[in-house]
Structures are given as C-alpha cells and as structure tokens.
C-alpha cells in the first residue's frame, strides 16, 4: 500500500508532456506545471499559429507567455527525489481490453512483458526480474506475452504438456503416455520441435528458392513486356511507313494515268482540230466554187461557156475524212475498265493478304507457349488445311487432289514461266503462310521425300545449294526414306533414327521457335525437334527423290 501511495503521489509530480517527474519546473498562466524545456518544445510548434495554449486544459495564450522558473516547485522535486519517490507508470503502461496483463499486478494492472511457458504465468517488467536473477527461474522458457498459456495444460492431469504424441499428432503431458497415449510413438516436445524446426527451415528455403525463381520470372516478364512495347512501336512504325509508300505508290501512278490522259487528250483533240479546220478551209472553197459556178451559169455566149467551162468545173482534191470513226462515247472508258479491273484485283489481294496479316498480329504470344501435345488429339486441335502453289513447282511435279498431291513425273508439265518457281529440284512449297501453332501430316510412297518448310525468299533457279531444302539457312527439312530418317538444315545432316512410317507429321509453334517430326501411325513417335528462332512466315513443302514417287498433305478436319 505504502508501494501504491508513492507512486499516487509521484503521479502529481509528472510533466503530462514527457510523462516523467518534472524538471525545471515552470508553471504557465493558466496554473499548469511542466518541464521547461518540453513546454518549450511544444510552443515552438506552435508559433506559426501565433497563439500558443495549454496542452492539458487548451487554453490559449497571446502573445507566447515568458517562461520562468518555478523555484518553490523545483526545490520540492529536489527533496521528493531524495525520498526516493519515482514517477507512477503512464497510462501507456497499464493493461488495456486487448492487452495482456501481468498476473502478479494487484490493483490496476500493467502490461506484462514477457510470459513464462513454465510458471504459465504473465509478468510486467518490475515483477519479471526474478526470471533474470533467481538462479532456477533463469532456466524458464519465456516468450512474448500470450493469452493462451492455459493452452499448454493438458486438461485431463492438469500438467504442462512437455511431450508430444506423434501418433496422434498431439501435445501431452508427461502423464499420458501412462493411460490415453499408451503405447504410442512419443518424444518431448522440444525433440518435435526440433524436427519440425528443421522441416521449417527446408520450407522457407524452398518458398525463398521460389522467391528468387518467381523475381527473376518478374524480371523476366518486365523485359518481355519492354521488349514487346518496342517491338509493337516499331511494327506501327514500319506498317506506317510501309502503307505511306503504297499511298504515295498509288498516288503515283493516278497522277501518271491522269498526266497521260490529258496527254492523249490533247494529242488527239489537236488532230480533231487540224483536221476540222482542213474541212472547214475546204468548205469555204468550195462555196466560193459554188458561188463563181452558179455566176458563170448565167453566161448567155454559148462559145465562151464551152470554152471556159472545162477549167471551171474542176475541184481541188476533197480532204480525207476516212479515219472519222464516230464512237458515241467510247473514247477513254476503257481506261476506266482498265483502272477498275486493277481496283478489283488489289482488292482481291488486299483482302488474301489481310487475313495473314491479321493472323499473324493475333499469333503473337508475350507468354510461354502451350506445351506441345502429348496425343495426336492433341496435335489434331491445330490441324491445318495445307495446299501446294502451282507457281512454285518444278515442272516434273504433276499436281492433283485439289492441290495437296504432288507426284514426280518424267513428262514435263506444261506450267507457266514464273519466277517462283523451282527450276531443277523437284520441289514445291505451299501457297498459305504459316505461322502461330500448326500441325500437318503427309502421307508419302515411294523411293524417298522431303517434307520440309521454308521462308519464302528461299532460291528458285539453278542446283545450288541455295534452292534445295535444308542445304541453307531459309529451310528445314525431314528426308525419308525406305529405310533411314535424315534432318537437314543450314546443310547440316543430323541421322535420325524412329519407327518407319508412310505418314509423318509436322508441328510448329512458330512463335516458340519449335517446329517438330513424327512418325505417325498407331502412335506418334518424336522424330525430330528443332528450337530456334524464326524471323519469317514459313511455307510447308514436299521434296520428291524419284519418278513415280508421290507426297499428299493429308485432310485431317
């Protein structure tokens, strides 16, 4: 009690600024006392305001009042200090609703500081020092203060649970491995810690293990989403400039047809002319002709008539009129037919071209890729319709089933001159781009083909090694044969072994780079996988090693 009443009374003796028994204590107008260096401190803050108050009771004070010592006071805290009187706790000391209390605080209760997982009990700082001091109390485990110590009683023998039953998953007092826990799998509870301790440390090293791989995928993914952003500012760019030329390219060539319209125009209206003023001179003589004839008629002599008549009566060579082809309207219309089929046929291509250029935009993919399937259902789901460009095959190269067969023949066929077309290999591409995720198969007989693919400005003419597929860095190509499996690219050969079919099948997933071979029959099999990097649309294509032999892109749809 003697305890309580001192720190009552040191509570009167406290600066309600720092909470701590006053020093150099003054005492301001309105009767309030605190440290003079913390009032200070307060009305510093306030001299913006040009008023100053009173931080307990407000009240307000102009101008800033002068501070000055309170002797009476000071001396009095000198002889309370000599007594040993200490300042009361604060109220941020006392235990509120959702503190913890200490249990040996009598009265009004302080916050505990730490609690005793042996005693079970909770101590404030002051009755926590036996813990630091006493010998046997030294021993005790102490944590941060916890409301459920009684957690750790076991409710049937009233004991701390030290031990745990790993049977039962559970922590158990040193009692019931006699009854409950009898004959089960038991160990103190700080061996189970220890265990579970190190099961923890293999957790959080894994979570940080995934930590760092998931920053460095973020990082990743930032560099994606940069890489994209240029990427996309540049095709805008390019796209720009690439359709600012074909406007300048079409303006162009209006302002051509329009300088050689009005050309022939005045070409052919100065011909008019010419020939209009001939006609006109003409008719002019020829009623002055007509006026000195209809004269001379009235002569009345009858031998100067016949004498003068044969030099009257000749007439000047009438003005050719012949090549007047009166067309009613005709004249420049077929320029505009001309103009108009060449508006249809850009249209035309316009709108082939667009559907690539749309898919290929829709085909990009920042994030990884599906992976390839594992089934040929799965493969089946990016099937495609794949046909062959007459334009592009060698003339011993027949054609058939819609264009999806390509058989090698000794007649020549009688195509077109084309610049796409392979001169010397037996070979043709498709006529559809591809690109995203594809999947074809070819069926194939014979001695040997190629089934490959290709970027399209792959060469054409001549046996170099330019032209023919897999032998360059445009193409990439799987040669089968009666009895071996050969990959070709960048004339690289890589022997592939596999199961012999008659039917290969082809995945790509261009944007991932992949482009696979399988031996396709009551299974697939993996020929072949290739990973790098296309810059191009790719076009499929057939290869064909002899006479009769023949390749056809299967229907898969």
Not at 248 to 261: A, C, G, N
Not at 461 to 488: H, I, M, P, V
Request: glycine share 4%; hydrophobic share 30%.
């Amino acid at each position: 009690m003697a305890q309580q009443g001192a720190q009552l009374d040191g509570a009167k003796f406290c600066c309600s600024i720092c909470l701590d028994l006053l020093k150099d204590p003054v005492a301001i107008p309105c009767g309030h006392s605190y440290c003079m260096s913390c009032i200070k401190s307060f009305w510093d803050g306030e001299d913006e305001k040009k008023i100053h108050s009173c931080p307990q009771c407000r009240q307000t004070f102009t101008p800033r009042p002068v501070l000055v010592k309170n002797t009476m006071l000071a001396d009095l805290m000198e002889e309370l200090k000599k007594t040993g009187l200490q300042a009361a706790p604060a109220d941020h000391c006392y235990a509120g609703p959702a503190d913890v209390a200490c249990d040996v605080c009598t009265g009004r209760k302080l916050k505990a500081l730490k609690s005793c997982l042996v005693c079970l009990v909770s101590y404030c700082e002051k009755h926590l020092q036996p813990h630091y001091n006493v010998g046997q109390l030294k021993k005790h485990k102490l944590v941060d203060p916890s409301k459920k110590l009684q957690e750790n009683v076991c409710s049937r023998h009233d004991e701390v649970m030290k031990m745990f039953c790993r049977t039962d998953q559970q922590s158990i007092c040193y009692l019931c491995p006699v009854d409950e826990h009898k004959g089960h799998d038991t160990v103190s509870a700080a061996a189970e810690r220890t265990e579970r301790q190190r099961e923890l440390e293999v957790s959080r090293q894994n979570i940080q293990q995934r930590i760092q791989d998931r920053e460095k995928d973020v990082k990743l993914l930032q560099q994606e989403v940069e890489a994209v952003s240029r990427s996309a500012d540049k095709a805008v760019e390019d796209s720009e400039k690439i359709f600012t030329e074909l406007i300048h390219l079409i303006q162009k060539r209006s302002s051509d047809v329009k300088q050689q319209i009005r050309s022939q125009q005045e070409t052919e209206v100065s011909r008019v002319k010419e020939l209009q003023e001939k006609l006109e001179q003409e008719i002019t003589e020829l009623k002055r002709k007509d006026a000195e004839l209809e004269q001379f008629s009235h002569t009345e002599d009858h031998n100067q008539f016949l004498h003068n008549y044969p030099s009257l009566s000749q007439l000047s060579e009438p003005t050719d009129s012949s090549s007047i082809n009166i067309r009613p309207l005709r004249y420049f219309e077929d320029v505009t037919a001309a103009v108009s089929e060449l508006r249809d046929q850009l249209q035309d291509i316009l709108r082939e071209k667009w559907t690539n250029i749309s898919l290929t935009v829709t085909d990009v993919d920042v994030l990884l890729s599906e992976a390839e399937p594992k089934t040929r259902a799965g493969f089946l789901k990016y099937a495609c319709e794949i046909k062959l460009d007459p334009n592009t095959a060698n003339t011993r190269l027949l054609l058939s089933e819609g264009n999806r067969k390509a058989s090698s023949m000794r007649q020549k066929q009688s195509y077109s001159s084309h610049p796409d077309r392979f001169t010397v290999w037996r070979q043709v591409l498709s006529r559809e781009s591809l690109t995203g995720r594809c999947y074809w198969e070819v069926e194939w007989s014979g001695g040997g083909v190629g089934v490959a693919v290709a970027y399209k400005n792959i060469s054409r003419t001549g046996t170099s090694d330019e032209c023919r597929f897999g032998l360059n860095d445009k193409s990439w190509a799987l040669y089968c044969y009666t009895d071996t499996y050969t990959f070709f690219y960048n004339n690289i050969s890589t022997s592939v072994s596999g199961p012999r079919s008659s039917r290969v099948g082809v995945y790509l997933d261009h944007s991932a780079g992949i482009l696979s071979f399988y031996s396709v029959s009551e299974t697939m099999t993996l020929l072949h996988r290739v990973q790098t990097t296309f810059t191009q649309p790719l076009y499929a294509g057939l290869w064909l090693y002899n006479y009769g032999d023949t390749a056809e892109f299967c229907k898969l749809k």
